[in-house]
């Protein structure tokens, strides 16, 4: 945990959907000056971004890197910066170049340096194979292209560790729900535009998922919550599991989620109509055992559907 004095963190992909919110809860943890924002797109648009330091990076661009972990003082890196699942199967090859590509560069920099280190993983992780309730340790056989640059970074995240020593860590995020910043290209996506199109005029959304598609889901404030917690914990209270813990927040159908905003927004009317993203879900399991995590770090969510439903359409409202 940096204290006065000790160094800066930089985040990367701080503009993406997890970045602002960490970002922000960054800021009022450890003060703006000490957390460096940084992503490949200019910061207009993103006040709670621009509330302090920022930097154009390209997580390519390995030199750049290295010159602002030392420039800065920079001694711990949130790498959000990727390539999501269903703009991953589009552009494929971006995926691997950004997602696995700028991770090895992160971590250059990180072994270079002695940093400690935040790589996001995702349930993508898992393939068809796994058991629908997956657990820590099972056989990772992902059908995407998105979830197999993800297995790779768990992966080099473990080497990385075992073989120079850097402090690795990463969660395998669920489908993510937030109020504060757009989506970015995920299958599981349509959990947050559902609301927006459910507090338009229109009050009706096309999800382009079956309503009976089950999926592990987490509102953004366990996220960050987990994040940080990760981060700040000692060294030797980690497992293997490190570079990629389980993590639950709640499991619900698309049409669960479109009855309980009913229930907050009368008449509102969701269409199910299918469309590739439908096979990426089917992929996925329906939920995870994160007893791991919760023995190594207490984790514990605080949010489920009913609240978490309340607090999106309270906070959009506003």
Known sequence: MPESGEGRILVTG???????????????????????ASDIREISGHPSVSSGPFTLLDVLDSDKILKLVENENITIIYHLAAILSAKGEEKPELCELINVGGTKNILEAARKNKIRVFVPSSIAVFGPDAPKHAPQLTPLNPSTKYGMTKVDCEILGMIYWQKYGVDVRGIRYPGLISWKSPVSGGTTDYAVDIFHSALSPKKSYNCFLRADTKLPMMYMEDAIRATITLMNQPIESLSSARCGYNISGLSFTAEELSSEITNHIPGFICNYQPDIRQNYADSWPDSVDDEVAKNDWEWKPEFQLETLVKDMIENLTK
């Open 14 to 36: 701080a503009l993406g959907q997890i970045g602002t919110d960490l970002v922000e809860n960054l800021r009022e943890i450890y003060g703006s000056d000490k957390v460096l």
